[in-house]
């Protein structure tokens, strides 16, 4: 070897870790949710976020670089994103690639291995970073278009060989995405003591130039994304990873340098934290998880997965700079020819051993890879592709002749991606392989559906009871197809019909996406932000939570259906259907409660039920997808049940909420009524028979002679209070399943935990017959607020077959003398916040005003009942006066004279008269909060009451909407007028008898 023909050799050097963070534009969904952007960006290294409850407090964290693309670009005219001010701060692809990219070209070109991860949640522009969308390509076609590019204009006494592999891993098995040929448990990954970890068999086609790699990145896509569909899972779910082996060979200085370019685009960082959230007892440790957990544990090494949440933010300090004190100690790979020759002999004779050749595996007969000359592969792959040339060039052909399928992919890398074409005729589709068009995912059935091309038009009929969705809603029979209908075939495979050539125009086909798919089946189903309360702000503004929540929902209903049909195919027997936790309820002043989605599971044999949260969901059907590909691997599917994603315990139900206002307890008034139970949807579960009642410490039913007019005559007394609850009429819940029980629980006020009533089974009607006596002491002026503004809030439970009943330990009440319990043991203020009315629905204000004018009237009598104290002590100091001008005889004879039959008459009758008109203010008050109550429950059920989904019935809706309107309207006026007349007319007596006294 001639070492004056070698080229120097650069020194091994040592390189920090380079962080860059990238924030995206909001997606469509994020902008309908309400969405606010908390990061800001005032230099390409410094990331600011705000706190979202608190904008004022922050957090800066540094890196290498960061780029900010939330806002401020436009579309140039060949369709690229562009600052849209020449002095702006966005960062396109062009500049991401400039800065990272290049980096990696000018490693590969000096002969080091280098690698780039794409790191961050679903959705967060992984992909778009790395592979790019339509005009504005990423990293990765960047690199290799420029590499090729160089290759060009580089010295022609140097051979360079390019070589494109792409992988992908899922449920830790590798997949090769240039290779149609699946094998069972995917490919292997060994290691060697000189090629150090590859994957055995992992296919690796020479290349030319730039356009050969994107039609194998097209290729690969193809393949993603059958496989994706045939395995229910979306790309988000699994790693990719794109090899590029650049080897440069130096014919005059006999040396070579060999790079290795690795480009990888993770899976969503999400996964491992929502596993085993909520509570879940399944947890981490099924297959799917490995990779990401490992990755997560090398990540949080790192410090790299920050920016999670504030709480997160707030824990930790600035640990992203300690990933810059992580070193890598890089080395340039070069060898001579001799060397490279004599290093491949010797590992394949370490290989072969003492094994005969007829054992050895297929790929180690023969020379390796290595060994076969640059042109032989050349060649090999040049073949390839002029029939891959001649597919390609036939389907562009078909796509601008024949009507034809699209799918359409929740990651819009692989949307478009496969093609279905329609010729003219009749043609099945399916997953039978007799069929034209060959179809695959969940809910798909060997024979799903006919479409029928002819006479300019095309028609798609079901087969049986086959699922098929067109324009979000679901057909049975023969139907005509438009250009650029959606369909859904089986559980959730989306595509996009494109009609015949004389229909097409210039359509911008990128805003049927995922998003716009399932936002039309829920439309269909009923299913719209406005129905879930996103307008009953009062201010006409869109709720943002709502509006998230809408969100969830829309996002769910695929999983669900794909989860069903996984529950079908598995024989588990569940049904499962997205709920709206608290959608009609609200808490104990009427205010509307957090809503948030939830998913009710259905055992359909025994009837169990269980209320799945969406964390929960989330982990379960990724569990499920794991045991679903077991099955159609043709592995055993059987788990023991504590491992089973589709069972778990039985469990107690939240039915629905009661709520009875206790204003009457303000006034001493006993309550007695029936009031509706009302489930998540607002609709009437069950009856509750209550009666509410003042007592004595004794537990004596005090009388109307107790009543006060004023709730400030009990400040600093006691008072004592029974509630009984008495029964449980027509409950739905067991309606449904005799064998079922039921539970109530309440908590009143400051009390410390819930209370609730024994179990009972197996009756429709259940006689819950229960009393507890609550005792203030020293009633404070918060308790009277909130007995004047609050409702008892009483839950409805259900009980299953197995399930540990509902019970409290009432060791950490405060008890009475007489045993019963304290209430109103601390200083809690429930005075509604001003603040806060203008949430409030116009309908509420009215009530809120008329209850102001009834404390007017109020006032009006406690100001007559002091004039009546002046009046008499008026009267008693004329009579003291007259009585002092006369002799003590005549005094006495006077005052006897006084102290008559008449004058005693008199002063007895207007005693009476005075207790007799507070008995009637009273029982005014008492008839005016009876009907205050039944406002109060038409109020509710008018603001959660929803439109029909068939239109034919919108009419009679609006016109049964205004009467409830009307109606409510009339009972709030004539509660008012007759609560008015009623105190102008005890006003007047009681004037008459004062006068009459005088």
């Not at 091994?12 to 860059?20: F, H, L, R």
């Not at 290498?64 to 692809?93: C, E, M, R, T």
């Not at 002043?589 to 009710?600: A, I, S």
């Amino acid at each position: 070897m001639n070492n004056g023909k070698m080229l120097k050799m650069p020194m091994p050097s040592t390189d920090s870790v380079k962080v860059a963070v990238r924030v995206r534009p909001f997606s469509q969904r994020e902008k309908n949710s309400g969405s606010k952007c908390v990061i800001s960006m005032h230099s390409r290294t410094t990331t600011i976020i705000q706190d979202p409850k608190n904008p004022e407090h922050t957090k800066t964290f540094t890196f290498d670089l960061a780029y900010w693309s939330h806002n401020g670009f436009q579309k140039d005219k060949d369709g690229v994103f562009i600052s849209a001010d020449p002095g702006g701060k966005f960062a396109g692809q062009k500049e991401v690639f400039h800065d990272l990219g290049r980096g990696i070209l000018d490693s590969a070109w000096q002969g080091y291995n280098t690698t780039l991860l794409a790191y961050g949640q679903t959705g967060s522009g992984k992909s778009y970073s790395m592979i790019g969308f339509g005009a504005n390509k990423g990293i990765i076609p960047n690199v290799c278009e420029e590499l090729f590019q160089a290759i060009e204009n580089r010295d022609k006494n140097q051979e360079y060989q390019v070589t494109f592999s792409m992988l992908e891993i899922y449920n830790e098995q590798v997949r090769d995405l240039l290779s149609r040929i699946k094998k069972p448990g995917g490919l292997r990954v060994r290691e060697d003591q000189q090629l150090g970890f590859y994957v055995d068999g992992l296919k690796s086609v020479p290349c030319e130039n730039y356009a050969q790699i994107e039609r194998l990145m097209e290729q690969g896509a193809k393949i993603r994304t059958t496989a994706s569909t045939n395995m229910n899972a979306s790309s988000s779910r699994s790693h990719m990873i794109i090899t590029i082996q650049f080897k440069q060979v130096f014919l005059d200085k006999d040396l070579t340098k060999l790079s290795s370019i690795n480009l990888v685009d993770l899976a969503g960082s999400e996964r491992q934290k929502s596993s085993g959230s909520e509570g879940d007892r399944l947890r981490e440790g099924s297959r799917v998880n490995l990779s990401l957990t490992n990755l997560g544990n090398v990540i949080s090494a790192f410090k790299l997965d920050e920016l999670v949440s504030w709480e997160r933010v707030q824990k930790k300090e600035e640990q992203n700079d300690l990933a810059k004190k992580i070193r890598n100690k890089a080395v340039v790979n070069t060898s001579t020819l001799m060397r490279e020759s004599r290093g491949e002999n010797e590992r394949l004779l370490l290989r072969c051993g003492n094994c005969r050749v007829a054992e050895l595996p297929a790929c180690l007969l023969g020379p390796p890879c290595d060994q076969i000359s640059w042109a032989n592969q050349l060649e090999q792959a040049r073949r390839e592709w002029q029939q891959h040339y001649v597919a390609i060039a036939q389907e562009q052909q078909m796509m601008k002749t024949f009507p034809h399928l699209l799918n359409v992919n929740e990651d819009p890398q692989l949307t478009g991606v496969l093609k279905h074409f329609i010729q003219a005729g009749s043609c099945d589709a399916g997953q039978a392989a007799s069929n034209a068009i060959i179809l695959q995912g969940l809910g798909i059935s060997d024979k799903h559906a006919s479409f029928m091309n002819s006479g300019g038009k095309v028609t798609v009929t079901p087969y049986g009871k086959c699922k098929v969705i067109v324009n979000g809603v679901p057909i049975t029979t023969k139907t005509k197809l438009r250009h650029l209908d959606r369909i859904i075939l089986g559980s959730n495979s989306a595509y996009l019909y494109i009609g015949f050539p004389s229909e097409r125009g210039s359509e911008d086909l990128s805003r049927f996406d995922y998003d716009f798919f399932q936002l039309e089946r829920a439309a269909a189903e009923g299913v719209s932000a406005d129905k879930l309360g996103a307008m009953n702000s009062g201010d006409g503004k869109a709720d943002p939570s709502v509006l998230a929540v809408f969100q969830d929902y829309v996002k769910l209903m695929p999983l669900v259906a794909e989860a069903n049909q996984m529950s079908k195919e598995l024989k588990k027997g569940l049904n499962m259907e997205l709920k709206v936790k608290n959608l009609a309820s609200s808490d104990s002043r009427g205010c509307d409660l957090q809503k948030e989605v939830t998913v009710k599971v259905t055992h359909q044999r025994t009837h169990q039920v269980w209320i799945w949260s969406k964390a929960k969901f989330i982990n379960r059907k990724f569990l499920m997808e794991e045991l679903y590909q077991r099955f159609l691997d043709g592995e055993d599917s059987q788990v023991a049940q504590e491992d089973d994603p589709f069972w778990d315990p039985v469990e107690v139900v939240h039915l629905g909420s009661a709520h009875i206002w206790l204003q009457s307890l303000a006034y001493c008034m006993k309550y007695e009524e029936q009031v509706e139970f009302l489930n998540c949807d607002g609709l009437e579960e069950a009856v509750l028979h209550i009666h509410i009642n003042p007592c004595s410490p004794t537990g004596q039913a005090r009388g109307e002679e107790d009543v006060v007019t004023d709730p400030v005559d009990l400040l600093g007394k006691r008072m004592d209070f029974q509630i009984r609850l008495v029964q449980c009429l027509g409950t739905k819940w067991l309606k449904e399943d005799a064998e079922r029980g039921v539970q109530m629980g309440y908590r009143i006020y400051d009390l410390p935990n819930t209370l609730y009533t024994k179990p009972v089974w197996k009756i429709v009607n259940p006689q819950i017959d229960e009393t507890v006596q609550f005792t203030t002491l020293n009633a404070s002026q918060e308790f009277l607020n909130y007995l004047q503004t609050n409702a008892l809030i009483v839950d409805l439970w259900g009980l299953q077959e197995g399930c540990a009943e509902l019970s409290c330990s009432r060791l950490d009440l405060m008890v009475a003398g007489e045993g019963h319990i304290l209430v109103d043991t601390k200083k809690i203020s429930t005075v509604m916040d001003i603040g806060q009315s203008n949430q409030i629905p116009e309908l509420y204000l009215k009530l809120l005003k008329l209850e102001q004018e009834t404390e007017l009237l109020r006032n009006i009598n406690r100001i007559l009942r002091e004039e009546n104290v002046l009046l008499k002590e008026s009267i008693e100091r004329t009579s003291s006066s007259q009585q002092a001008h006369q002799p003590s005889s005549t005094r006495k004879i006077t005052w006897m004279t006084a102290q008559g039959p008449a004058a005693r008459e008199i002063n007895q009758m207007c005693t009476t008269q005075q207790a007799s008109y507070d008995r009637e203010f009273a029982r005014a008050l008492k008839v005016f909060y009876q009907s205050m109550n039944v406002a109060r429950g038409q109020f509710l059920k008018l603001r959660h009451y929803k439109p029909p989904e068939d239109d034919r019935m919108l009419r009679p809706f609006v016109h049964q909407q205004s009467q409830m309107l009307k109606d409510f309207g009339d009972l709030l006026e004539s509660s008012l007028w007759k609560l008015k007349n009623d105190v102008a007319l005890i006003v007047k007596q009681k004037k008459e008898c004062l006068l009459h006294a005088e």
